[in-house]
């Protein structure tokens, strides 16, 4: 497992990687969590650590002039132009990792806090099965604060980790959640790829 100087150590496993990394000074902090299950092989222990909630300045007012559904589907075409630039295939967008991924911003929204790790102590994986995904392989990338699609994408694709999920070629879905209460807007990506 690698830690990144922003990492809080998670119980090891050789399934799971966290990093955790700033998108700029004083914007929203940004997360990235990867999970990779091997069907043959079980799942490694453990969920993401809990990361604490973005810094004051970072909550700022939602937008209210578009709908989530709108900042939805712009993410999954910003994703695909980048796939697309790097020769990876598009990601289909799938209703299941969408319910996932939704579920995921308005618990964060709801309950004031930013993690991979939900309150129940479930992680992404956990959720994507919940939801009806048998997946071989999953990741998910987090952020609190931008106030566009665009915004979102460019502070994922200029971080390393982030950059690393959106741009997974073996990934073959992605869900978008995205929630505009004023304490975030909160963007949740989840990929994954089918047993």
């Not at 990093?19 to 990235?32: E, P, R, S």
């Not at 299950?37 to 799942?43: C, E, F, S």
């Not at 806090?113 to 990338?141: F, K, L, T, V």
């Not at 994922?156 to 978008?176: K, T, Y």
Request: with cysteine; aromatic share 8%.
């Amino acid at each position: 497992m690698r830690h990144d100087a922003y990492d809080t150590p998670a119980r090891p496993s050789p399934f799971f990687r966290t990093a955790v990394t700033a998108a700029g000074a004083l914007a929203a902090a940004v997360t990235v969590l990867t999970g990779v299950y091997a069907a043959d092989q079980g799942r490694g222990g453990g969920s993401g650590p809990a990361v604490g909630a973005a810094p004051a300045a970072a909550v700022r007012a939602a937008p209210a002039v578009r709908g989530a559904g709108s900042y939805r589907t712009e993410v999954v075409d910003l994703v695909n132009a980048e796939r697309r630039k790097a020769g990876c295939p598009p990601v289909r967008s799938d209703s299941r990792l969408r319910t996932a991924a939704q579920k995921h911003a308005d618990d964060m929204a709801a309950r004031n806090y930013y993690a991979h790790a939900g309150r129940d102590g479930r992680d992404a994986g956990d959720r994507i099965r919940a939801a009806g995904y048998a997946w071989s392989a999953w990741g998910e990338n987090i952020h609190r604060g931008p106030h566009s699609a665009a915004q979102a994408v460019d502070e994922w694709m200029n971080s390393a980790a982030h950059r690393q999920n959106i741009l997974d070629c073996s990934f073959e879905d992605i869900g978008v959640g995205v929630n505009l209460t004023g304490n975030g807007p909160w963007w949740v990506q989840d990929f994954a790829s089918g047993r």
